[in-house]
């Protein structure tokens, strides 16, 4: 069963370090105000060759991967600059979650917070992960999110860690305005507390907002 908290899907193996976000999302893909039609530029020189023809050799044009929620790649993955269009366009192409050893810090936020899991594991475990993943036999894992553990063929499992607030993220299956909402109540008793401290300060915005007025009235 797949939830926020547990996915189970194919993952196809991608061992590349530094895939930056320029080769998961190349820039002519940029172009669209909204996030429709992504899926196709993800990694797409690496897809597809110079004529648009997919390039056969590749994992994600294999039938063994074509339907791959998970992408078990290098380490750094996701480095560069910062562009969400790659984290829209993993998602619109069904990825779910990815495994490597590290990622680009800004990706990963990215990606967290859009829903996107992004699991770090040991470098060794990543390797044995990748070898186990390039057999169609055996590329089927899950991870579980509140056990912090990914589970392989043949019982092989490896645990990993995450902050608390994205592991509750995917544990409720709360995006970033349910996770705030779900804290109303310390919110709350914090502006309280806060109006209690410093009653004075209720009434700047709309003192200051008068003398703008009234400068404004004065040199007209």
């Excluded at 294999?62 to 998602?91: K, M, Y």
């Excluded at 992960?129 to 169609?136: A, H, K, N, T, Y």
């Excluded at 043949?154 to 544990?171: D, L, P």
Aim: glycine content about 10%; charged content about 25%; some cysteine.
């Amino acid at each position: 069963m797949n939830t926020p908290a547990r996915i189970e899907a194919v993952a196809a193996p991608l061992p590349y370090s530094n895939l930056d976000t320029d080769q998961i999302m190349p820039k002519q893909f940029l172009r669209i105000i909204d996030k429709a039609g992504l899926d196709r530029g993800l990694l797409y020189d690496l897809r597809f060759d110079e004529t648009g023809a997919p390039r056969t050799g590749f994992v994600l044009n294999q039938p063994a991967w074509r339907d791959a929620g998970i992408l078990v790649t290098g380490p750094n993955f996701g480095c560069g600059s910062s562009r969400e269009h790659a984290v829209w366009g993993l998602q619109q192409f069904g990825i779910r979650a990815i495994i490597a050893a590290s990622y680009g810090e800004i990706f990963y936020f990215n990606a967290m917070n859009n829903g996107l899991l992004l699991v770090m594991l040991a470098p060794d475990e990543v390797d044995a992960l990748l070898d186990q993943v390039g057999d169609p036999a055996r590329n089927r894992i899950a991870i579980d999110v509140v056990a912090g553990q990914v589970h392989g063929a043949g019982g092989w499992r490896a645990g990993f860690k995450m902050a608390e607030r994205h592991r509750r993220m995917f544990a409720e299956g709360q995006d970033m305005v349910g996770a705030t909402l779900s804290q109303l109540a310390d919110i709350e008793a914090f502006e309280a507390g806060h109006w209690r401290r410093h009653p004075w300060m209720r009434d700047v915005a709309a003192k200051v907002r008068r003398r703008l007025d009234q400068a404004q009235e004065t040199s007209a």
